[in-house]
């Protein structure tokens, strides 16, 4: 349906922003980056590599959810997908391992695997599953206990990666700019475990609906 698939395009891009919000899927990195060396460019050359990683993470989930998923019943995946995103929340809620900036430089394809790891090890890439899911079973219609053929899928598994990497690092550029420009990352102080504990009870929520829908 036009209005369903509207809908899981929306999400993913959501999604995306709300990964960009996170200090710790990149943007905090970026600023780091400018403020050693002073200048806006650092921070704005940081974003190619932060939104390949984090791309390739979301890539990777999606595309092991389609493997996964042409060996086994889609309909089954959600409740592994479910389980890992409830234990990922839980674990995130009691654990808050921030990452260390000062004296880091790193090239480009080091910025990329870091961003990698860290969307993974968030479990970002995993979030977006369940949508692309949804998404993918919405457009096989009447045929949705199957998985759409291989083309489909790996087309759809593309779109999806590129709007969620549009919504990813349209906020992270604007925070980064911001952040280095105006705010200064002594905000940080007040606002880091917040921003944890909603992201705890996102993937938790995620999860959850993952189950009930």
């Not at 990497?165 to 911001?178: D, K, M, Q, S």
């Amino acid at each position: 349906m036009p209005s369903e698939m509207t809908t899981s395009w929306a999400m993913l891009m959501a999604l995306g922003a709300f990964h960009g919000i996170n200090p710790g899927m990149g943007w905090l990195f970026a600023v780091a980056l400018g403020m050693q060396e002073r200048r806006r460019g650092a921070v704005l050359r940081a974003l190619v590599p932060l939104g390949a990683g984090h791309a390739l993470a979301v890539a990777f989930a999606v595309g092991a959810a389609l493997a996964i998923g042409s060996v086994i019943p889609p309909g089954w995946l959600r409740w592994p997908i479910a389980g890992v995103l409830i234990s990922l929340g839980a674990l995130r809620l009691f654990r808050h391992r921030h990452p260390r900036w000062a004296g880091m430089r790193v090239s480009a394809v080091g910025l990329t695997v870091w961003s990698f790891l860290m969307a993974t090890a968030h479990g970002a890439g995993l979030m977006v599953v369940p949508v692309f899911m949804g998404m993918s079973m919405s457009g096989a219609g009447d045929h949705a206990h199957h998985m759409p053929a291989a083309g489909a899928r790996a087309g759809a598994a593309f779109f999806a990666t590129g709007l969620h990497a549009v919504g990813y690092l349209a906020v992270t550029a604007c925070i980064a700019v911001l952040v280095f420009e105006k705010l200064g990352v002594g905000f940080l102080r007040r606002a880091w475990f917040n921003l944890d504990l909603i992201w705890s009870a996102t993937l938790v929520a995620t999860g959850t609906l993952t189950l009930l829908l």
